[in-house]
């Protein structure tokens, strides 16, 4: 491979506010925070307590363990379908923590962390995976395509890289109506092949929409 791995911590973190054509060479490189020893270093470690890092932590574990016994249902022949989302728990869970109330997720089936780190009950997250009497969508949804307007999480869509361009549809009426609002979408790398993504990187670049695209 032609990247560079740099030393952990040694990538430096800029401004929120930088102009993107500056900072063209990060979307090239690898930021490494976690050093040899396992310790968070250097400007994109941040500011967590102990108590916040211990939350997140916490998350993420049950997430794992969540996803163990869901996946085991799922080849016990209980439920129909079940996408893990092993090591890509931090990015859901971590996500959701930087998130105001009201801001709203376009997700995607491996983003379930989402609703663990903001407190979803798992007895409802379970109660959908099997469409049981009491899952709050009635069945009308294939099994981990959750939905929860009170908790940021659009409906997930079963078709790839669609809700990209909604997400940023969604941001741009919350700019509209000033409400300070923001999205996120989520999208898997082999999707970004989808007209979907490049429409949602032209409308989000056009008209400025207070959107997170997330690859």
Known sequence: SDVTIPNAGSVPRPEIDVDPRTIRDLAFSIIRVLNRAGEAVGPWAGLLSDEELLEGLR?????????????????????????????????SCAFRKALSRGDMNFPTYRQAGLLIADGYPMVTMMNQIYSNEADPLKGRQLPIMYSSKEHGFFSISGNLATQYIQAV?????????????????????????????HSALVFASTYKAPVVLNV
């Not at 574990?61 to 209980?78: E, N, P």
């Not at 741009?172 to 409400?179: G, P, T, Y």
């Open 169 to 197: 549809g969604w941001a741009m009426a919350s700019a509209i109506s000033n409400d300070q609002k923001i999205a996120a979408a989520w999208i898997g790398d082999g999707s970004t092949a989808e007209s979907d993504f």
């Open 59 to 91: 998350h993420m574990v049950t997430l794992r363990s969540f996803d163990a016994r869901m996946q085991m249902a799922q080849r016990q022949g209980k439920t129909s379908f079940y996408m893990q989302h092993l090591g890509e728990e931090a990015v």
